[in-house]
């Protein structure tokens, strides 16, 4: 079996992931899914939180770039927009397009959602 391009770590319903999947899928990337158990609390173990000390998810990590991680669910899409898109499917080629980031900022923090048990 081939290797997946990322490895994406989300929470099954919750949003802030499965925004990550929508831009990997208009990419068409591979990935594998990790669904963290909010119960455990094993996005808080050490492990996660060398990984990503926010201690939250969605978190991505990208094969192709050396195991390279990055966290905060529109610092990924930017991520992956600015290293691989290389068609330009999503980018922002534009000044007019770049009103998509005030409302990709005006997204994040406000609307995520924070779970807490
Ligand atoms: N602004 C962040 C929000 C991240 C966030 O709050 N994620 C939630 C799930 S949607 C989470 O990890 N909650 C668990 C917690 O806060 O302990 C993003 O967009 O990635």
Redesign the pocket.
Known sequence: MMPKHFTLSL?VW????WKVVCVLNELGFSYETVYLD?CTGE??LPQFLKANPN????MLVDHMNDGFIV????AIMLYLVDNHDSEKRLAVTSNVDRHLYQWLLFQ??PQ?????Y
């Open positions: 929470h919750a949003p802030t992931g909010l996005h808080k201690g939250r998810f969605p966290w905060e669910s529109a994040a923090s995520g959602v924070r779970l807490r």
